[in-house]
């Protein structure tokens, strides 16, 4: 049963690039969250796919926008990048009609903005 | 925005002895998790208790939740070395499960 796999593990981009991460499910789950993990910081919250649609989205800037797929993976999409971009990026994953406050988590992937 | 505040912000702990981390929140809630995080990678789910208990257990690790005081302690009992990690609480809040809403979490050291 494969947990959530998030790629590429690390990425290093310049300011102003744009980059695109990405993030497949718990087999068996339809929902996928993203959070932003600055060091030293807990997980900020960016937003909920669900449906192939934004359900929920915390505080952030209009830079920052996902898709959902059929097959339920997503991509977060940050465009025209900030060195304050810099952090860990963490997808989890859960199911609408099951116990969706306990989230599974991918390994995450390292994003530097030089 | 944050919305537990952990504490102690680190702890370093001999292998044996107890630990305990405390999380405190601002808003009402449904129910709250606990989560461990090794070397700054994924999030592993540990408990959760809702909001209408007040004391939850699993294997060594022991969950209180005080409502009243918006407070919660996560007690690892008989740790061991491989416990190292960093440990986050995160809340709901009532009203909008969709999110969860995250302290600043417990480096937590169990030297050997």
């Known amino acids: 049963d494969a947990g959530v796999t998030q790629s590429p593990t690390h990425l290093i981009k310049t300011r102003g690039q744009q980059v695109t991460l990405r993030c497949s499910p718990k087999?068996?789950?339809?929902?996928v969250s993203w959070y932003q993990q600055a060091l030293g910081q807990g997980p900020q919250f960016i937003f909920q796919?669900?449906?192939?649609?934004?359900?929920q989205r915390g505080n952030f800037p209009d830079r920052f926008s996902g898709h959902q797929f059929p097959n339920y993976s997503s991509e977060l999409n940050v465009n025209a990048l900030l060195l304050g971009d810099s952090a860990l990026y963490l997808c989890a994953s859960s199911h609408q009609a099951g116990p969706k406050e306990k989230l599974f988590f991918g390994s995450g992937t390292q994003l530097s903005v030089l | 925005s944050q919305q537990g505040e952990e504490d102690p912000q680190a702890l370093s702990i001999q292998e044996g002895e107890n630990a305990t981390m405390n999380c405190s929140y601002k808003?009402?809630?449904?129910?709250l998790q606990w989560y461990r995080q090794n070397s700054g990678r994924g999030l592993v789910h540990l408990i959760l208790?809702?909001?209408n208990e007040r004391e939850k257990h699993s294997g060594r690790l022991r969950v209180t939740l005080d409502t009243s005081k918006k407070s919660s302690s996560l007690l690892i009992t008989a740790s061991r070395a491989a416990d190292t990690a960093s440990y986050f609480c995160?809340?709901?809040?009532?009203?909008?499960?969709?999110?969860?809403?995250w302290g600043l979490g417990t480096s937590l050291a169990v030297n050997p």
């Open positions: 995160a809340t709901d809040s009532a009203g909008n499960n969709r999110k969860l809403i």
């Open positions: 808003t009402s809630i449904n129910n």
């Open positions: 208790i809702r909001s």
């Open positions: 796919y669900y449906e192939e649609e934004e359900r």
């Open positions: 087999s068996g789950h339809d929902t």
